[in-house]
T-cell receptor
Framework: ETGVTQSPTHLIKTRGQQVTLRCSSQSGHNTVSWYQQALGQGPQFIFQYYREEENGRGNFPPRFSGLQFPNYSSELNVNALELDDSALYLC????????????FGPGTRLLVL | KNEVEQSPQNLTAQEGEFITINCSYSVGISALHWLQQHPGGGIVSLFMLSSGKKKHGRLIATINIQEKHSSLHITASHPRDSAVYICALKGLIVGNEKLTFGTGTRLTIIP
């Protein structure tokens, strides 16, 4: 158990819809990173939040957005879903102080039809 | 060229064999992670290395910063070790926790 939870575990949406994925970090972890993992690929960095501000972004379009809240929870929002958005979405939390480990959640598997 | 490459992509071995998975990278890093991902998606952090060698149970990880290369070894492999093993790079920027992932090595241990 990493202490990081994600919801929902699975989700099916249709093209053009919007989705919100949620992550609850370990208490005290003020950095959360979101990753997209397509089938058979390694995770790709979407963005990172530190103390409720975006602090780094990967090569993802603006329709991928996020929020981080003071209670160590965060959201990933994706608008105008496309078929290629089908993937496993992982969040990882850390203390943001160069600590030893990032703690990953179990992921949300999104299928866009 | 990818910043991080792993080999082999797939590895099948008999129970008890000594396993080596390799990771080579081409950028400066502050640390390298070895991660284990089981079917269903959950990722577990095995090691974070910035130099030398670490050991935990039957797992050993080494890194050579000059050669930009790391290896993960599993001694006395067991079917429960079957998983995807991923190396991931942590960059040089302090406070940036972004990881750059390899595509993983799928390990299957046959009883």
């Amino acid at each position: 158990e990493t202490g990081v939870t994600q919801s929902p575990t699975h989700l099916i949406k249709t093209r053009g819809q919007q989705v919100t994925l949620r992550c609850s970090s370990q208490s005290g972890h003020n950095t959360v990173s979101w990753y997209q993992q397509a089938l058979g690929q390694g995770p790709q960095f979407i963005f990172q939040y530190y103390r409720e501000e975006e602090n780094g972004r990967g090569n993802f379009p603006p329709r991928f957005s996020g929020l981080q809240f003071p209670n160590y929870s965060s959201e990933l929002n994706v608008n105008a879903l496309e078929l290629d958005d089908s993937a496993l979405y992982l969040c990882a939390s850390s203390d943001g102080q160069g600590g030893e480990t990032q703690y990953f959640g179990p992921g949300t598997r999104l299928l866009v039809l | 060229k990818n910043e991080v490459e792993q080999s082999p992509q797939n590895l099948t071995a008999q129970e008890g064999e000594f396993i080596t998975i390799n990771c080579s990278y081409s950028v400066g890093i502050s640390a390298l992670h070895w991660l284990q991902q089981h079917p269903g998606g959950g990722i577990v952090s095995l090691f974070m290395l910035s130099s030398g060698k670490k050991k935990h149970g039957r797992l050993i990880a080494t890194i050579n910063i000059q050669e930009k290369h790391s290896s993960l070894h599993i001694t006395a492999s067991h079917p429960r070790d079957s998983a995807v093993y991923i190396c991931a790079l942590k960059g040089l920027i302090v406070g940036n926790e972004k990881l750059t992932f390899g595509t993983g090595t799928r390990l299957t241990i046959i009883p």
